[in-house]
């Protein structure tokens, strides 16, 4: 068991947003979370990585309370991808260095240049890397925002909405990118993802969220016609193709 | 040709840059050595190393010209680098030293160091006949309200858990306040006892000796060495709080300790030379164009073109029209306005 999620519970200022999530994730899993918008999917990855705090209840990575950690310690652990950002201006190199912030002491070092190296590569980002973030596609800049959270070289990965913006090919392709290196170094993902054919092809592990709750998780049998109704109130049929699940809209 | 070495190359650059930057400093230098009212030169100095004692030369070179220069390289990249942590910190372009407010409460103290205090006097109706008894008592002063002003702000804003709009508002709001207060204590006080403070007002290299341009280095070097040690922080900042946060920045202890060190290092320089403006605004910014917000080079770069616009700001301020020489101050606030403007308007049309 890597990741522990404990009775969560948060609320800003005093509209309830969580309540009493629990679950728990084992090494090299990848976990979809779905649910409306509104439902609090963002603010839970916050609160699991202290850039919120809860009200109550607790995190655990590997047993150790996340809350009780330095923020550099939970950083080393965890990487993170915002749904959305502002731009700044600096170059995609220098954007995905930033990833390493956790381990720099006061310079990089040449390891550090060559981990940036090796993802912008794998991401196909190579082209662009003396190119300005805030001269880039929505796409792109997202894939930016992934190299970054994997140079982190994290336990944990929180991708919110990670592929909202790319195409089809590199929805694919990102997703698969991940799974690899998740199932490699034994990385644990959880991504808010709101196309569940995608969601179906990605993960292992699914987490549905309505009202402020976990309606329910586990694997693909939680995905079934009557949970979907019940989360999003939308009629589906559910296929068997190729022997994959595929959600149809009716 | 590999990622790696096309990055390795344009850092390189940076690199460059800063270089550069070191080596104009030091020719401005030299010349500032060079010129003043007195027609004195380093020739004429050459005569004290060959061990033929010329007392004049010594002692305008050594006495007067050289902590002028001194003071000034420093207190421009005090300024600078607060003003380029502060533009980093609140994410606005148009921070500065002084947008806390420091400037207002620094002037506020020393007003009531001479006026209420009593610390300044006039001895005739001359121009220069303004003399400050007690310079120490009104630097004292002046630092005590502009570190006062920080740490209410820094109250105020914890309230709101440093946001950068809260520190903004209420480091606005403080100024105006002791600006204010200035006012009223000005509105009792003896005409000569106004005419000191508004001199004190005007930023002055002219004041400082050895002594003052130490205590104000070492200020400024403890700072910076904080700045430097945490520059990958303020890069992570610059992408976003939550983002720095998931690097592992302690985004609020960082926030509280840069104002700290900040309004410290400014403080201590506005205390002994009073407020010299722009520098703090407009040396970050054109870095910044030229460089990137790279912290890494944006600080150093910036804090080495601080010195030189306030050297030679300071050596034109001594010669323009000689043997006047004009509070430093007033002359970086006319060069400083338009060349902003300037920025601002070829910024836009660039977009
Ligand atoms: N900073 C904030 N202050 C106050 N309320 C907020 C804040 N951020 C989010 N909320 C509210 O909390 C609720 C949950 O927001 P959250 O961003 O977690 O939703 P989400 O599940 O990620 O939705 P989406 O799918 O649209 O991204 C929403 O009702 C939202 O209005
Ligand atoms: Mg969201």
Redesign the interface.
Known sequence: MILRVDNLTFSYHSKIVLEEVSFTIHRGECFAVLGVNGAGKSTLLKCINKILIPDGGCVYIENKAVSKMPQIEVAKNIGYVPQRTNVSRMTVFDAVLLGRKPYIKLDVTDKDIQIVKDILKHLSLEKYSLKYIDELSGGEFQKVLIARALAQQPKVLLLDEPTSSLDLKNQIEVLDFIKKIAREKGITVVTIIHDLNLALRFADKFIMMKDNKIYSAGGEEVITEEAIKDVYSVDVKIENIRNKKIVIPI | M???I???K?IGKKKYVFIMLLLILFILSFIALNLGASKITLIDLIGFFSGINNQDANLIFWRIRFPRILAAIIAGAALSISGCIMQNNLKNPLASPFTLGISNAAAFGANVAIILLDAGSTQSSTKDAVIINNPYIVSVCAFIFSIFATLIVIKLAKLKFFSKEAIVLSGVALGSLFTAATTLIQYFAQDYQVAVAVFWTFGDLGRVSYKEVLIMAVATLISYTYFY?HK??Y??L???D??A??????VEKLRLRSLLLVSFATATSVSFIGVIGFIGLIAPHIMRRII???LRFLMPTSAILGSVLLLLSDTLARTIISPIILPVGVLTSFLGAPLFLYLLIKGEARR
């Open positions: 590999q990622v790696d096309i990055y390795k344009y040690v990958w922080d890069n992570a610059e992408a976003s939550d983002i946060k998931s690097l592992g920045v302690d990137g917000s790279d």
